[in-house]
């Protein structure tokens, strides 16, 4: 009994010291960036105008692509989930395809694939939707690198979703669209929010597709301001010029937007998910 009980804490030991060494490395880098910026990097940074524009058209592009990933990433996910079809397995591995490729990569293929001088391409630009240094350039590498994320989460929610409550509700007269609004949907919301937050998280960190695609945004409809770029390539951007401090700042500013996006979404978890959980339907 003692040596079980020495085992334990040995193990639980192990387990605190890998996971307190992880945590570690994922907080340090951060407060390495509030130290080296200081109070005078970080004032410099709120007093940034062209930082400020970056960041909006970041969170209004990122908010256009989670709205894209959302609607085509959700019904696919709910596919993979609900049916089983020949070459299911092949679509789920494609659907892994941008979490494995170099970011460099995902610009270059979008590159080649919307050149006017190709078929794609050209019917783009005939349709009047500027790729090139344009917002819907930058919306395309979000929707690129993180809808995989929207259509995995959506999956494994909808798996969740028990087969019986779906039936209950289709005994009581429940159509099947009726059905997925009211029991389905409401019972993936939480699986498939992580996933459009996971989505929101990849695409506003996201530098090698901007670079090759769109560094330096024009404006174009929806995006009425100036000549910008996205905020992680303006941060790029500030560390190639040699500011490191201006870098530094602007990073963890940056880093303080993105906290308070997903304590937000944490809380909407707890509460404004509640009328999901809480059939507020019936």
């Given amino acids: 009994m003692a040596e079980t009980a020495r085992a334990t804490r040995a193990g639980r030991a192990i387990a605190g010291a890998l996971s307190a060494s992880l945590l570690a490395l994922i907080v ?14 970080l004032l410099a940074t709120v007093r940034d105008a062209g930082f400020w524009t970056s960041l909006e058209f970041t969170l209004l592009s990122s908010g256009l692509a989670v709205g894209l990933g959302l609607l085509t990433g959700v019904p696919l996910g709910y596919v993979l989930a609900r049916y089983r079809f020949v070459g299911r397995e092949v679509v789920e591995s494609l659907v892994l395809i941008p979490v494995m490729i170099p970011h460099l990569v995902v610009g270059i293929g979008l590159l080649l694939l919307f050149a006017p001088t190709n078929p794609v391409g ?55 669209t009726e059905a997925f609004v009211t029991v389905t949907l ?3 919301a939480r699986g498939i929010a992580t996933g459009a937050l996971l989505m929101w998280a990849r695409g506003v960190s996201e530098v090698g597709g901007f670079l090759i695609l769109a560094f330096a945004v024009t404006p174009s409809p929806p995006w009425s301001g100036p ?26 500013i940056l880093v303080l937007v993105a906290a308070a996006v997903f304590v937000i979404v944490r809380l909407l978890d707890r509460t404004g998910f509640a009328w999901a959980r809480g059939r507020w339907w019936s």
């Fill in 28 to 41: 340090l880098p951060v407060v390495a960036l509030f130290a080296y910026a200081g109070t005078a990097g």
């Fill in 122 to 176: 050209h019917a783009v630009a005939a349709a009047g939707i500027p790729i090139f240094d344009a917002i819907w350039g930058v919306v395309l590498v979000m929707v690129y690198v993180g809808a995989s994320y929207v259509v995995l989460s959506s999956q494994l929610a909808f798996k969740l979703v028990e087969p019986g409550t779906i039936e209950v509700a289709r005994s009581l007269g429940a159509s099947p």
């Fill in 186 to 188: 409401p019972g993936a």
């Fill in 227 to 252: 000549v910008t770029s996205t905020s992680s390539i303006y941060i790029y951007d500030l560390y190639q010029s040699g500011s490191v401090p201006g870098t530094a700042g602007a990073a963890a």
